[in-house]
Nanobody
Framework: QVQLVESGGGLVQAGGSLTLSCTAS????????MGWFRQAPGKGREFAAG????????SYADSVKGRFTISRSSAENAVYLRMNSLKPEDTAVYYC??????????????????????WGQGTQVTVSS
């Protein structure tokens, strides 16, 4: 079992920045694939960013590429999502997810929610215009 807890959401003006944190506990591993997904009001959950550090695979949604960066701290057992140049359309609940499969991660697979086995409760990000 892996437990994930997100934090760092809030209200920010367009053009501003936020850093989301995801603290993992339980049977965590540096081989896990970690991802960030988001769900805007009235819409389905969509992929934002994902990374498998052991395989060296990183992927970003086109809508966030160049603005968002996924990173981690092994010492703190945490994954982060740095979000710059925020836009009102980035408003959503952001979810952290962990995939524990030993199958090789690919650029395509880490973009799929089915790749992930554990999910956090989400943190709200609201970007005002």
């Amino acid at each position: 079992q892996v437990q994930l807890v997100e934090s760092g959401g809030g209200l920010v003006q367009a053009g501003g920045s936020l850093t989301l944190s995801c603290t993992a506990s339980g049977r965590t591993s540096s081989r896990h694939t970690m991802g960030w997904f988001r769900q805007a009001p009235g819409k389905g959950r969509e992929f934002a960013a994902g990374k498998n550090w052991s395989g060296g695979v990183t992927s970003y949604a086109d809508s966030v590429k160049g603005r968002f960066t996924i990173s981690r701290s092994s010492a703190e057992n945490a994954v982060y999502l740095r979000m710059n140049s925020l836009k009102p359309e980035d408003t959503a609940v952001y979810y952290c997810a962990a995939g524990v499969s030993t199958d090789p991660a690919t650029w395509a697979s880490i973009r799929e929610s089915s790749k992930y086995d554990y999910w956090g409760q989400g943190t709200q990000v609201t970007v005002s215009s």
